[in-house]
């Protein structure tokens, strides 16, 4: 097992649109799993390859209350049912002690691969549909901040980059 580095804001590796993976393999399993570490170490209810600096599509999460819970997507693919939309106060281990309120589909359905390589469909709403579109956001170089103002996004860089300074 391995705790991985998480990539911050503004680094530009986070743009990177991560590849379908082609084989759920060894090395998979091995990522997943120190992903789950990471995620929990942090502690996260989600974490996308992307922010470990591996950009293949694969994310992990567990929205449970007790990290008891813990999913792996591949490959996943997202469409919104219905037309409902939804706020909530997102953060992200890739923006670091800042907190800001996002809109999105409430209500999703997900097609993905598991570990063993077998696809799987299910629906979401709530949390756990917040979490999975934050998370394939991450894998298309997306980050939550591109949804707020310029202004607040660029207080936020200037704070992060500032902090980055001080620890190199
Ligand atoms: O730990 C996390 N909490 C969170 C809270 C609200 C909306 C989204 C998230 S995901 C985040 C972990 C993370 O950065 N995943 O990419
Ligand atoms: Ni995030």
Redesign the pocket.
Known sequence: MALLPILEFPDIRLRTVAKPVIQVDEHIRQLARDMLET?YA???????AT?VNHHVRLLVLDVSEDQSQPQVFINPEIEPLGQERKT????????PGF?ET?ERPDHIRVNAIDLDGKPFTLTADG?LS??IQ??ID?LDGKL?VDYISPLKRNRIKSKLEKQHRARA
Do not use: K, N, R, T
């Not at 909530?88 to 923006?95: A, H, I, Q, T, W």
């Open positions: 995620m942090a502690p996260g209810i989600g974490l996308a922010q909530y106060d997102e953060g992200c281990l890739s923006v907190y996002v949390l917040v979490c934050h998370e991450h939550f």
